[in-house]
């Protein structure tokens, strides 16, 4: 169905080393195939080839060949291989054409030029399939990452595709959406589609893979059937540099983790947050009586999306001015204007939060006492960005970026860090940086909130867990052996809890010649 | 049974108008009020996004559009003639400001919030105007509230900064709007170029004809603002 003859391929023709070497792949019919290896190892550039954005909208050289059936996709125009293919990206934000969901499930067909009866049944029909009646007549701007990371696979259905084409399309998602998601590749699966996903994380895909292909510096490395898939353990997959298959055994890390026992009620040792309280409109966005927070830990807060997680933290941060309610540290309340001044949210999009033209002017950017440059140096040394500091910021990979935030917070003397999602995306080594960049923050002293849907960066890195679910804090515990079986009820149980048929199994594409 | 499954993202909308009309309105609207038209004819049209708004639920904005409206227009009336000095000059900047200006921008936000895309490249297709014009305006609509949601994480992010109003800004306070623009942009051109490759995927660009299941068409209610409007531009041609 799928076949790639020989392929090269790079962005620039100047460069020595091709983006892709020598790739060489058949895909049949109704395969599920994972794409995996390090970032930058040429996955998303091949799902690019596979689809027709390179060369048609990402220009570089080619040489070999992608067929589909009989055609090339490099040759023919990207609006025919869009027929055949369905592509689903990593953001949810920035894959929608129309502002309202109704509009974006029927694009596809109305570019296609279908009847508009043919349209109308398609789009009754893939509704009822995704089960998604409750998202319809609705601005997507008020949608979550999962329910809009679920238009975007129902609308790419509409459309009939034979091939699913997915690039990362989990990274934004939390641990339940994460199984909505697992549940409507199945869908597709059994109904005789071909998918292909490229992914970091992949606990969710586990007995859905037919086939895993493993890149490495742009070649294809290994390729993994499925029964030799089964007899591979977690420790194999750390080798290969990936996640985890299974989220079951994985275990936290103890070896550079002592959290000291701080005895409660200690106001020296814990914020104190009391009847803290945030609304927006009618809304009671955020409601907790009565709360204590260990502080020389690190703290995962975990819920589900809309749970109120990112709400929590922007009241912690001073940013919500009509939060209520008392935040004390070290006995002392804090108003909003010190919450400010004494907090620092790294946000998952950095790219929000850099504003200069090199990584020094960054960090200085943040000094308000003494502007000096040892200790600028010495701030960028030990976030290893030294030799970086006359670099543009926006120049800098994903991680380089979030260092370079960190260390403006630093620079700031801030006293709370929170991160928000940070590793959202990330493969194993940059998820292992992440973590050990905050352990060093801990070290420093500093209090850290770590938002997550990432069960593996929590068991890296965080010794405290903060569970929210609507607006409150419906468990606060150690992440000790019991906290740690909690923890993994949390991400690994939504399994069953959503594993309500969607509906009977229709086959949604009627499998077709190929 | 179209409109049953395509209505706008926003069902608070009850009342259908062609984005056709939205825009001539528009241009109208704003052509009397720049322009010195009679009085009579300026609060005529005026009062049309007041009620657009209304009709369309959105209450609040829609009264503290006329109610800012009607301020201004009262100082601008009473209370120009007897003040003097830098209040006189303050009051005249304020007053023009809101009376000249409030009144497009009001409806220009009407035609964005209450039109979707899929709404607004059939009513341009069935103007006959090519998709290459339709497809670039029509993303207009989406970028509006995408921009605003970065202006606001930028701004979150600046004030966790401190970066803001103080000494060294106001010395120099274009380097405020550099550290809005900088982010602002390379966000912008990242999701535009995000944004490109996905609906190039989902076959924008084929150039049979484009089904167009969402259904546009000028109703009673068009003819009326249409009729208005066109009264007012007469009398703005002819009694300027």
């Known amino acids: 169905m799928l076949e790639i003859k020989n392929l090269n391929f790079s962005y620039n023709e100047n460069k020595k080393e091709p983006d892709l070497k020598n790739i060489n792949l058949k895909i049949k019919k109704g395969e599920m195939i994972l794409l995996c290896g390090e970032s930058g190892c040429g996955k998303t550039t091949l799902t690019r080839l596979i689809n027709g954005l390179i060369p048609h909208f990402y220009e570089g050289s080619i040489n070999g060949q992608v067929m589909i059936n009989d055609l090339s996709v490099e040759k023919s125009p990207i609006y025919e291989t869009a027929k055949i293919i369905g592509s689903v990206f990593q953001n949810p934000r920035s894959q929608f054409f129309n502002v309202d969901t109704n509009s974006e499930l ?409 | 049974m179209n409109c049953e499954i395509l209505q706008s993202s926003d069902t608070r909308a009850n009342l259908k108008i062609d984005p056709r009309t939205k825009i001539i309105v528009l241009v109208i609207l704003n052509l009397i009020v720049f322009g010195e038209t009679a009085h009579y004819a300026t609060l005529f049209m005026v009062a049309i996004p007041f009620f657009l708004l209304l009709l369309s639920k959105r209450e609040k904005a829609a009264l503290i559009y ?40 009001v409806m220009g936000y009407y035609l964005i919030v209450t039109t979707t895309v899929s709404e607004f490249l059939a009513s341009m297709e069935k103007t006959r105007i090519p998709e290459i014009i339709a497809i670039p305006i029509s993303v207009v609509f989406r970028f509006f509230p995408t921009l605003i949601e970065e202006i606001r994480t930028i701004k979150d992010a600046m004030r966790m900064r401190g970066i803001g109003f103080n000494l060294r800004t106001v010395k120099s306070p274009l380097i405020l709007l550099e550290y809005i623009m900088v982010p602002l942009l390379i966000n912008a051109v990242k999701t535009g170029d995000e944004l490109s490759a996905a609906s190039l995927t989902r076959g924008l660009g084929n150039p049979v004809k484009r089904t167009h299941i969402c259904e546009v068409g000028f109703h009673i209610q068009d003819i009326i603002l249409l009729i208005f409007s066109a009264v007012a531009l007469i009398i703005f041609i002819l009694f300027k």
């Open chain 1, 106 to 514: 029927v694009f596809g067909c109305e570019n296609m030029g279908l009847p508009v009866e043919e349209i109308q049944k398609r789009f009754h029909d893939v509704v009822s399939t995704f089960n998604i009646r409750h998202l319809l007549n609705k601005s997507i701007f008020k949608l979550s990452g999962g329910e809009k990371q679920i238009i975007a696979c129902a609308s790419v259905s509409a459309s009939k595709p034979q091939i699913l084409l997915l690039d990362e399309p989990s990274s934004n998602l939390d641990s339940a959406s994460t199984w909505d998601l697992r549940k409507l590749i199945s869908i597709w699966k059994n109904a005789g589609n071909t998918v292909i996903i490229a992914e970091h994380r992949l606990y969710y895909l586990n007995d859905l893979i037919d086939r895993i292909i493993y890149m490495k510096d742009g070649k294809i490395h290994k390729e993994l059937s499925r029964d030799e898939l089964r007899s591979m353990d977690n420790k194999s997959f750390l080798q290969l540099g990936l996640r985890p298959l299974s989220l079951e055994d994985l275990s936290k890390n103890k070896k550079d983790f002592s959290p000291k026992p701080s005895k409660p009620n200690d106001i020296n040792t814990h914020l104190n947050l009391t009847k803290f309280r945030y609304s927006y409109g009618k809304k009671i966005a955020i409601d907790i009586e009565q709360l204590e927070v260990p502080q020389n830990e690190v703290i995962a807060i975990i819920g589900k999306n809309g749970a109120g997680k990112s709400t929590f933290a922007r009241c912690l941060c001073g940013l919500e001015r009509k939060c209520k309610g008392l935040l004390e540290k070290e006995g002392k309340s804090l108003g909003n204007k010190e919450r400010l001044k004494l907090s620092y949210m790294v946000m998952q999009d950095v790219n929000h939060q850099i504003f200069t033209e090199s990584v020094e002017d960054e960090i200085l950017l943040s000094m308000e006492y003494d502007k000096s440059t040892e200790k600028t140096e010495e701030i960028l040394k030990n976030l290893d960005l030294l030799h970086l500091k006359d670099t543009h910021p926006m120049a800098l990979s994903g991680g380089q970026k979030q260092r370079v935030a960190i260390g403006s917070a630093i620079a700031s003397r801030k006293e709370i860090i929170i991160f928000d999602e940070p590793t959202s995306g990330l493969d194993l080594k940059h998820m292992k940086e992440v973590a050990y960049n905050i352990k060093k923050l801990q070290k420093k002293g500093i209090i850290i909130f770590i938002i997550s849907h990432d069960l593996e960066l929590i068991l890296e890195c965080c010794s405290h867990v903060l569970h929210f679910e609507k607006g409150k804090v419906v468990d606060n515990y150690v992440l000790d052996d019991a906290g740690e079986e909690k923890l993994k009820h949390f991400f690994i149980n939504p399994i069953k809890d959503t594993n309500i048929p969607i509906t009977s199994p229709v086959l949604l594409f009627p499998p077709k010649r190929c």
């Open chain 2, 66 to 105: 006329i109610s800012a409206y009607t301020l201004a227009l009262l100082g601008e009336i009473f209370l120009i003639p007897v003040t003097h000095g830098v209040l006189n000059i303050l009051i005249v900047m304020i007053t023009n400001l809101l009376v000249r200006m409030m009144p497009g921008i």
